[in-house]
């Protein structure tokens, strides 16, 4: 299996605040990276697929990149409705396989 | 727009088999490129894939599950199901259904959740 580990976590931020969330897999994906948000109690939704490309209605302050096995998601200018948790996940190979969490709280 | 909506039993015992069915509404579950697939977060942990498939071809299942899990499509009902048979308090956790569009791209419908709660 694929292991992924994300940094930092928590992520303590303020409103404005430029935040980077960074992704490494154990082994190289190429591309094949998607991060979601997640919310407390509600299902997670997802902002960037294959690495970089930016999920329909989702805001642009949010971006990715990375390939191979380094990762970074990127929220320019932290709003008050950021403040969730975001996980990473390969679909490179079965089992897909998701981060740890990345919980950003309020500093 | 497509919309999923998960439904199971909620409280269940050991050894007993779980049941989830995902009603897919707003679009056909035999729509081409889509695959359907499940998820499971036990209570204040993290995202674990149980298993994707397409509508008319094989399931793939995370290992994890050591061989217990079965997921299935009815086209008629436009719904698709996963069952894990002996069941332990580890399974213990909310089930999402969700849509990918390509094998690897990411899961981007997903339903609200249901809470299954496995007691010994």
């Known amino acids: 299996d694929i292991q992924m580990t994300q940094s930092p976590s928590p992520l303590s931020a303020s409103v404005g605040d430029r935040v980077t969330i960074t992704c490494r897999p154990s082994?190289?994906?190429?591309?094949?990276l998607n991060w979601f948000q997640q919310k407390p109690g509600k299902a997670p939704k997802l902002l960037i697929y294959?690495?970089?490309n930016l999920q329909s209605g989702v805001p642009s302050r949010f971006s990715g990149s990375g390939s191979g096995t380094d990762f970074t998601l990127t929220i320019s200018s932290l709003q008050p409705e950021d403040f969730a948790t975001y996980y990473c996940?390969?679909?490179?190979?079965?089992?897909?396989?998701f981060g740890p969490g990345t919980t950003v709280d309020i500093k | 727009q497509l919309q999923l909506q998960e439904s199971g039993p909620g409280l269940m015992k050991a050894s007993e088999t779980l049941s989830l069915t995902c009603t897919v509404s707003?679009?056909?579950?035999?729509?081409?490129?889509?695959?359907w697939g499940w998820i499971r977060q036990p209570p204040g942990k993290g995202l674990e894939w149980i298993g994707s498939?397409?509508?008319?071809?094989?399931?793939y299942y995370n290992p994890s599950l050591t061989s217990r899990g079965t997921i299935f499509v009815d086209t008629s009902k436009n719904q698709f199901s996963l069952k894990v048979s002996s069941v332990t308090a580890a399974d213990t956790a909310v089930y999402y259904c969700?849509?990918?569009?390509?094998?690897?791209?990411?899961?981007?419908?997903w339903g609200q959740g249901t809470m299954v709660t496995v007691s010994s």
């Open positions: 996940q390969q679909s490179y190979s079965t089992p897909f396989t």
């Open positions: 498939m397409y509508y008319r071809g094989s399931a």
């Open positions: 969700a849509r990918h569009m390509n094998w690897n791209d990411g899961f981007d419908i």
């Open positions: 082994q190289s994906i190429s591309s094949y």
């Open positions: 294959a690495a970089s």
């Open positions: 707003g679009g056909s579950i035999s729509s081409s490129s889509y695959y």
